[in-house]
Nanobody, 126 residues
Framework: QVQLVESGGGLVQAGGSLRLSCKAS????????MGWFRQAPGKEREVVAG????????NYADSVKGRFTISRDNAKNTVYLQMNGLEPEDTAVYYC???????????????????WGQGTQVTVSS
């Protein structure tokens, strides 16, 4: 059973930046694709970004392309989400997630993931 612990959320003004981190333990991190989700109040959870097991392939939701960057450090069992140019619409709880199977191509839909962290709040003020 994998444990995923997010950190790095907070309050930031519009146009600002934050970097989220997610530390994984309990499984061989380097075999699994990872991703970041977010859920705003009253809205459905959405996939923000995904990265394959090697870090060589990524994908992004259209709403964050060009502003957010997902990366991973397999030596540290950690996946990151660098968020630049934040907008009030980015306000949400952000969750990291682990892919359902090892060696998957970059996970990109809700069904590709099997484990989630507890989330970290990101609030962007206008």
């Amino acid at each position: 059973q994998v444990q995923l612990v997010e950190s790095g959320g907070g309050l930031v003004q519009a146009g600002g930046s934050l970097r989220l981190s997610c530390k994984a333990s309990g499984r061989t991190f380097s075999r699994y694709g990872m991703g970041w989700f977010r859920q705003a109040p009253g809205k459905e959870r959405e996939v923000v970004a995904g990265i394959d097991w090697s870090g060589g392939t990524t994908n992004y939701a259209d709403s964050v392309k060009g502003r957010f960057t997902i990366s991973r450090d397999n030596a540290k069992n950690t996946v990151y989400l660098q968020m630049n140019g934040l907008e009030p619409e980015d306000t949400a709880v952000y969750y990291c997630a682990e892919a359902r199977r090892v060696w998957m191509a970059v996970p990109s839909t809700d069904g590709d993931f099997a484990s989630w962290g507890q989330g970290t709040q990101v609030t962007v003020s206008s």
